[in-house]
């Protein structure tokens, strides 16, 4: 058997300090922490082994039908008329979306009472 010598440079050796050492509090954790109880980690046979009743399934359990596995292609795949609202119930039309610029827009004569108007009223 052949020794083969690997030399890392310091700079790859050493770690500082502060990177090796984690304090006290982060490596440790209480007894109460670490060691779980008998009760908690052995679990009863009779917990951990199924009966092969239990555990195995009849084939015929199993393994569905392909009947039943298999959507036919009616079931799987909704026809185009049922997956693609057609275009003119998901566009509403340009009439239906924009008002008009004389529905949106109160005309000038209509928002602003003209100064003759304003004038008139408070006299």
Known sequence: M????VQ???FEVQLSASEVQLSAFEV???ASEVQLSASEVQ???SEV???ASEVQLSAS???LSASEVQLSASEVQLSVSEVQVSASEVQLSASEVQLSASEVQLSAS???LSASD???RNY
Do not use: D, G, N, R
Not at 2 to 5: A, G, M, W
């Open 110 to 112: 209509e928002v602003q």
């Open 28 to 30: 440790q954790l209480s």
């Open 43 to 45: 679990l009863s046979a």
């Open 2 to 5: 052949s020794l083969v010598k």
């Open 61 to 63: 359990e199993v393994q």
């Open 8 to 10: 890392l440079s310091p």
């Open 118 to 120: 304003a004038i008139s």
């Open 49 to 51: 082994q199924l009966s």
